[in-house]
């Protein structure tokens, strides 16, 4: 054995485990339920979900898949042209996969990414016949050691019948001791959970597992699929710019103080760059308490503006990870990674004050958002942890282009296709144009803002139409039913929402 193998894998009783992705592919089998690591395409497993996609051309099979979110390495399209896929949660990302769910083929639970293990632990969903987990190692006494997510991997790990782990060579030995595994207690006499602040370490740096439960261990060398997150651009710049102001005017009002409160982003290139943009603000000694760690959190690091991360997975652009992975000691004293259930979890969120920033596909007049489904029946993604957060956030902020398709499309509609986020979750919109502060405002306020502020130039008019029309007919909350969709009909009918 290597000497850099009996590093990674402690426990001398688990060596004979060791075995190919081939031979651990094999141990699953038609209608099994399935628990993989992966996190917005971070700490993925990544040669036994191949090795199924493979097995698959010779001896069909389908699952139901469960993993922490969207995975990197194409492993969701792999599954899905192999037709393993019978039913997929709780989040993907994936323009194959994406397609599949949208013919129906494929069964997508869109679920809050704090909730999928509840539902586990209390037998609402599953049991999971197999977790396949990325680990960096194993400890002596058989405790997996994650990589750069955590996502729902140590509870799929706990809670499954048995375990295949992949030990990941390419990730850096350096992670152990970077993760805080926190399992909560039974309900209804579940404990408080004991998070008082962003760094606080309230459980163990590995998963704990009765070793016996290994039933396979693939050794791999591939590093995570790089995050595409695309540079700043002027429309990204201005959300930034518009929330920045916000955020100062906050300050001078006195509501808060220039470390903010800690923050969360949700994934993409707008989240990125209104968290680069904070770099170049008065902002200090900034927390964040989010769901993936971005490239602008090391941004913020090394301006010195970041005090303390905490998060679920560190998703990086190739140069990046380069840079971050190569100098982690510098880093990692600064770093949490928790299971998703904790770093999305309602209890936590609302203690901490969370400012919740996540990305919108559309919002109406009144501030409903819609995140996930084009022209309320094609999903994108799915909700990821955008409700978590938004629900429960000292301040929930959503940011989008006002145009999408080339100013085909208003992001601000009159009345959104598709809820995910209420009016009454919802406190602050933004896109390039401005932004609209919708706390304790009335419905009708609320309407007068977003157009005033938020819409692009060439569909404000019409928007203001259909507003003043709206409000001539009445109501607490104006519409006139008839044409409150008729902004997509319009597109679908004539390939542009404008009359
Ligand atoms: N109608 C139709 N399509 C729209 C649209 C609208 N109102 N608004 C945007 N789009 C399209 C864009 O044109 C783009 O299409 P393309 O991929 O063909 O270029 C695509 O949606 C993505 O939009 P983009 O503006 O690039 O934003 P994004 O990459 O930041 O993604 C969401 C936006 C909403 C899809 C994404 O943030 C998401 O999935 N959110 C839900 C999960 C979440 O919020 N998690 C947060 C916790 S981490």
Redesign the pocket.
């Known amino acids: 054995m290597s000497a850099d193998l009996s590093a990674r894998i402690r426990h001398p009783g688990l060596l004979d485990r060791i075995t190919t992705p081939e031979a651990a592919a094999a141990l699953i089998k038609d209608g099994m339920v399935i628990g993989m690591s992966g996190f917005t395409k971070a700490g993925d497993a990544k040669a036994v979900p191949v090795a199924m996609a493979e097995r698959a051309s010779t001896d069909p099979f389908q699952i139901t898949l469960i993993t922490g979110a969207s995975l990197g390495h194409d492993i969701d399209r792999m599954l899905t042209e192999a037709k393993v896929l019978a039913r997929r949660m709780p989040f993907q990302?994936d323009p194959t996969l994406r397609k599949a769910i949208n013919r129906g083929e494929v069964m997508f639970i869109d679920q809050h990414l704090s909730e999928t293990v509840e539902h586990l632990r209390s037998r609402q969903l599953g049991p999971i016949d197999y977790a396949i987990v990325e680990a960096a190692a194993i400890t002596e006494d058989g405790g997996l050691v994650p990589t750069t997510s955590i996502g729902n991997s140590a509870s799929f790990a706990i809670l499954a019948e048995k375990v295949i782990v992949e030990i990941n060579l390419s990730q850096p030995l350096g992670l152990d001791g970077l993760h805080d595994i926190y399992i909560p207690s039974k309900r209804p006499t579940r404990a408080p959970i004991p998070l008082m602040a962003c760094d606080s370490r309230v459980g163990t740096p590995y998963v704990q597992i009765p070793p016996e439960k290994i039933a396979a261990i693939v050794i791999t060398n591939e590093i995570d699929s790089a995050s595409s997150v695309q540079p700043s651009d002027p429309e990204t710049s201005a959300i930034a710019h518009h929330l920045i102001a916000f955020f100062e005017n906050e300050v001078k009002r006195g509501r808060l103080d220039l470390t903010l409160q800690p923050l969360q982003a949700?994934?993409?290139?707008?989240a990125n760059s209104v968290l680069q943009g904070l770099a170049d603000g008065p902002f200090h000694h900034l927390r964040l308490y989010s769901?993936?760690l971005q490239d602008s959190t090391f941004d913020l690091f090394d301006a010195g503006k970041l005090s303390f991360a905490s998060a679920s997975s560190i998703t990086l652009s190739a140069p990046y990870a380069e840079r971050v992975f190569g100098n982690f000691e510098r880093y990692k004293d600064k770093l949490i990674l928790r299971p998703q259930e904790i770093s999305n979890h309602p209890e936590i969120i609302r203690r901490l004050g969370i400012i919740g920033i996540?990305?919108?596909?559309?919002f109406d007049i009144y501030g409903n958002v819609n995140?996930?489904h084009?022209d309320g029946t094609m999903m994108?993604?799915?909700?990821?942890?955008?409700g978590d957060?938004a629900r429960n956030a000292y301040l929930s902020i959503f940011v989008?282009?006002s145009l999408?398709?080339d100013g085909a499309?208003s992001?601000v509609v009159p009345m959104v296709s598709h809820i995910d986020h209420t009016e009454h979750d919802v406190d602050i919109l933004v896109t390039e144009v401005g932004l609209a502060d919708l706390r304790e405002l009335a419905p009708r306020e609320r309407a007068r803002l977003i157009i005033d502020n938020c819409v692009h130039p060439s569909y404000r008019a019409q928007l203001d139409d259909y507003f003043a029309r709206a409000s001539a007919r009445g109501g607490h909350t104006p519409h006139l039913l008839e044409e409150a969709f008729s902004w997509h009909t319009r597109r679908r009918e004539t390939g542009s929402m404008k009359i």
Do not use: C, D, P, R
Not at 266 to 270: A, E, V
Not at 358 to 362: I, R, V
């Open positions: 990302a949700g994934i993409g290139t707008i769901e993936v996540n990305t919108a596909l559309e995140s996930t084009v994108m993604n799915g909700i990821g942890g955008s957060f989008t282009k999408a398709k499309i992001s």
